[in-house]
Structure formats: structure tokens, C-alpha cells
């Protein structure tokens, strides 16, 4: 079975827990990034918890490994079950958000290479490999990768074994979740479900991946 990850990045928090009630028997987590947490708090976790689903927190952290932590404890204590870091910050400062995650009992998932056409400026030319490479040997969970470019990700499944892949791009960024599905372990999807005129159908429509 394929998840369905909800990425609810709306700055309304009456409308982020409206959205995410709806669609909760559709989906099977919720990401919650910057847009939300830095109008609503990160607090948000408690109302989103009362949906009994994981929550991941997307805040891609990016920094040295001692800020890395900092970053990681408060969104562990703050109730959510994963985190995202970008990789290019290196094994030290990856290591820091695992580890963190491993104390909490969590999870977290290294960006490999994102979904919008400016990733391919850094991204490609063996990086997002080397990325996807470190991740592994970080003992990460999984990584993300960009289902706008399915080949892309299925070259960076060959190189992370058993790790999950959560990918992101379906819908409002072109990506082709027929096409994308096959090879993830969760589709991460945002506009095309809560910016519908029903949210609610939107995410029933895409819940086909979870069968």
C-alpha cells in the first residue's frame, strides 16, 4: 500500500483542523510545514493530534548539528512523530536530527532533491545520489524525492535499500501520481486537496494509491 500524506501548509489554523478532520479517513499523515507552524505555533500538533494520525514536521532544518538538535527536540516534545531535514547539510548535522528522532521514538526523512524546476540547478549532477548515499549510512528513515521527475526517483531507490521514499509534486506541480505511486511508499500531496472546492473529495479521489 501506498500512503497518502496530507500536506496541509494553509496559515488558517481553524481551517488547517477543518481541512485535516475532514480528510483524515482518507489519508494516512499529515505534513506540517512553515506556513502553518509560524502562524498557529507549534502547537498545532495538539488539535491536529486529537486526528490520531502521524504528524511530520517539514521544516527541511538546515543547520550546524547543534542547532539541528535544538530544532529537532522541540518538534519531538511538541508531539509530532517525524521530521524533515535537507541532506546537504551533511552526515554530522543529519546525524544530530536521527538521533534525536531514535530518543523520541520517531522518525526522520532526508531530502534527496525537491520537486520544483530550481532543484535541477543543484540537485542533479550525482548530488541528490550522494544525498540519498548519506542518508543511508545516517541511518535515516527514509528520504524524500520529487515525484515531478519519476525517473529521478527511482535511480535514488537503488541506492537506499530498505529506506522509505515519501514524495512530494503531485497535483499542483505536475506530478503524475499513476506514475509515481508504483515506486514510493507515500505520495505527499498539498494544493490539489486543500485548496479544492471539497477538500473532502479530493483526498477520497486520491486515496486509490492506498488500495
Known sequence: MTSLILALDVTDKGRAITIASRCAPYIDAVKVGYPLVLSAGLSIADELGDLDLPLIADFKVAD???????????????????????????????TACVRVAREYGGDCFVVTEMSHPGA????????????????KECNA?????????PDRVAALKELIGDLKIYSPGVGAQGGNISAIARI??????GRAIYEAEDP??????????RQ
Do not use: M, W
Open 64 to 94: 550546524i548539528p547543534n542547532t539541528s538538535r535544538l530544532i529537532a527536540e522541540e518538534v519531538f516534545t511538541s508531539g509530532y512523530d517525524a521530521l524533515i531535514c535537507q541532506g546537504f547539510i551533511g552526515h554530522d548535522s543529519v
Open 120 to 135: 535541477t540547478e543543484f540537485f542533479h549532477g550525482g548530488i541528490a545520489e550522494r544525498i540519498a548515499v548519506l542518508a
Open 141 to 149: 528513515d527514509g528520504i524524500i524525492a520529487p515525484a515531478t521527475r
Open 184 to 189: 514510493v511508499d507515500g505520495v505527499i500531496i
Open 200 to 209: 473532502k473529495e479530493a483526498a477520497l479521489q486520491f486515496a486509490g494509491i
